[in-house]
């Protein structure tokens, strides 16, 4: 179901509703609509409607128009001031509406569409290819597919699907849990995915099986019953158990996929309802051959947060060997170049272009995706006579934090308890790399107690992750680390102005009082003090970092930092800017005559290279 603005679009009937009211749409329009729709915020281009609609029809563009028009008064739209649809004209259509699709932006879980490449997926195809051999033979198998938000869970599945049904005859049914239907809509997903391969082409032998030997089943669905078999249905299934269901389901399904092989996706089972977990685990357990594939996705952060009963029974699968998972990782360089080759062919877009993105999005595919779309809204990548472009030269690419994946982040964020917010803001405040000790700086907490918050947040996979361990002040502190920068440049910007220059003064102050004598701090210490606005203390805090990065022969860096003091003297007050530029010119005067020092002797000194500038032990 996907919501936008007061409407809501059921895919799987094919309806469109506004509240209680169903809209009449024919089919065509509602497919143009539902393409626009599962495509949120992006420029949807005539040919790309057009290919999708009617795929082995030449249909003129103007059908389009028409279409737009329908949907536009369905959904009581302008094309002067639209709520809904944008029109570019002679180029394509944007839907500018919010969409949700289950509490989540449409666009925001595993964004990669079947119009997409899938890349550097090929082992996770394999892996469930395999499973499904298995299933072909009568071995029934249940399998998990798991990784974070954006990962391609959703893209992954929608491959396997495709591959499945052009080769082999199986059903294949997909049913989805709702974030806020557990413990009150028993056998959602489930129910969705019965009703929909029961109007498939397998239908007739599924609702036979199911007046057969699920009859508590076939009543949930009044369609499919004549009127006259509804009074003796009822009296069959009177007094009718939970433990009668999920019995009668096993048994049904078994029946069902000695017709046609049977594949169940049941998508977001993070959200699943205990009534669903029942039927899992009966399926899983049982020993008679079924050909029958159930294919469960889940986030294991969400599985954790909301308590599934999910989590113990796959636990206890994966012990007996009665279920198989498959983890999904994040894109390497060359998966997001494969990409970014694949989806703007042809072109004249730089190959290094891929490694941006790659690296603004950390292999993430949800956040790629999003990324690019944003920067073809920017129109920084654009098309022209059939071939793509960039606008910009390569070192201006900055992707920045595209709307949709703000609204993601700031969802993920509501499951997070108050105090583990405010630990969030300030690990933002601190870097991408932070611990508890700079935390409590900020909120003159105690240390432990903040400690144990990192703990939970990383145990259960949600915004941070364990970066090891190092020695400080004589002790070892643990380092952790946003699971990716993004989370921290939406977090950071939350902060108010005015809080930020509060908690940077106290990070660094905090810092020089407690960790001066660790000479890599000097460069961090630095930043915070030119971030809350105090430069004296900054260029004080420079000159030392340049004086240690000297020290280790990285001239280079020595350099580097002083030309930054150089720049926040203009923020001096005349009576101390002078004693500070002329400390400033000698220093990276020193510096350059030892770097080419050593150039000339390089083949008899090699010197070494420095501490990266702003690495410190305590963050």
Not at 2 to 13: C, H, P, T, Y
Request: charged letters at 25%.
């Amino acid at each position: 179901m996907k919501s936008f603005d007061g409407f809501r679009l059921d895919v799987a009937n094919q309806w469109l509703w506004q509240g209680e009211t169903r809209i009449s749409l024919m089919p065509k329009p509602l497919a143009v609509l539902r393409y626009l729709v599962e495509h949120p915020g992006r420029l949807v281009t005539h040919n790309q409607l057009l290919s999708a609609i009617w795929p082995d029809t030449y249909v003129q563009p103007e059908v389009l128009r028409r279409y737009v028009l329908e949907i536009r008064r369905a959904l009581g739209d302008r094309v002067e001031s639209p709520r809904f649809i944008r029109t570019f004209p002679k180029r394509g259509y944007q839907f500018v509406a919010p969409v949700t699709d289950d509490g989540l932006p449409i666009a925001m879980e595993d964004a990669s569409a079947a119009s997409t490449p899938l890349v550097g997926r090929g082992a996770a195809l394999h892996d469930l290819d395999r499973y499904l051999s298995k299933v072909l033979s009568g071995r029934r198998q249940v399998v998990f597919v798991v990784g974070e938000p954006g990962i391609g869970k959703t893209s992954l599945v929608d491959a396997f699907q495709r591959a499945a049904a052009s080769g082999v005859n199986v059903a294949i049914a997909r049913g989805q849990s709702v974030e806020g239907f557990g413990g009150k809509e028993p056998y959602y997903p489930l129910l969705e995915a019965l009703g929909l391969v029961a109007r498939g082409p397998s239908g007739t032998a599924v609702v036979d099986a199911l007046a057969t030997y699920a009859p508590t089943w076939l009543i949930q669905f009044p369609s499919l019953i004549r009127a006259d078999q509804q009074a003796a249905l009822q009296r069959e299934i009177l007094g009718a158990t939970r433990e009668r269901m999920v019995r009668e389901l096993c048994e049904a399904l078994e029946v069902i996929t000695q017709t046609v092989p049977l594949v169940l996706i049941l998508e977001d089972l993070h959200w699943v309802d205990p009534s669903t977990v029942d039927v899992i685990s009966a399926i899983a357990r049982r020993r008679e051959p079924a050909r029958l594939l159930i294919v469960g996705t889940f986030r294991p952060a969400d599985l954790i947060l909301s308590e599934s009963p999910l989590k113990t029974l796959k636990h206890d699968l994966q012990l007996h060997h009665l279920s198989h998972e498959v983890e999904l990782d994040r894109l390497g360089a060359g998966d997001v170049a494969d990409y970014v080759a694949a989806r703007f062919a042809p072109g004249d877009v730089p190959a290094a272009f891929g490694t941006v993105i790659h690296r603004h999005s950390d292999g993430n595919p949800l956040f790629m995706v999003a990324m690019l779309d944003h920067l073809l809204q920017q129109g920084v990548l654009d098309q022209e006579d059939g071939r793509w472009a960039l606008r910009v030269p390569l070192e201006q690419v900055n992707p920045g934090v595209p709307e949709t994946l703000k609204q993601m982040l700031q969802l993920q964020l509501q499951h997070a308890s108050q105090a583990e917010q405010q630990l969030l803001t300030c690990a933002a405040v601190a870097g991408q790399q932070f611990t508890a000790c700079s935390i409590a700086m900020m909120l003159d907490g105690e240390v432990g107690a903040l400690e144990e918050l990192c703990e939970g947040l990383a145990d259960r996979q949600q915004f941070i992750k364990f970066a090891g361990t190092r020695d400080f002040a004589g002790g070892s502190v643990t380092i952790y680390e946003f699971r990716h920068a993004l989370y921290r440049e939406v977090l950071y910007r939350r902060v108010k102005p005015a809080q930020r220059v509060i908690f940077h003064h106290r990070l660094a102050a905090g810092l020089e009082r407690r960790c001066a004598a660790e000479s890599e701090l000097a460069a961090k210490i630095a930043l915070n003090f030119e971030n809350a606005l105090e430069y004296d203390h900054a260029i004080r805090w420079l000159l030392r970092a340049a004086q240690n990065a000297s020290r280790r022969n990285a001239y280079s860096q020595a350099i580097a930092m002083l030309d930054h003091a150089r720049e926040l003297l203009p923020n001096i007050d005349d009576d101390r800017r002078m004693d500070l530029e002329i400390q400033i010119v000698e220093r990276i005067s020193s510096a350059q005559y030892a770097l080419g020092e050593m150039s000339q002797s390089a083949g008899t000194y090699p010197g070494r290279a420095g501490v990266p500038a702003g690495r410190s032990d305590c963050r």
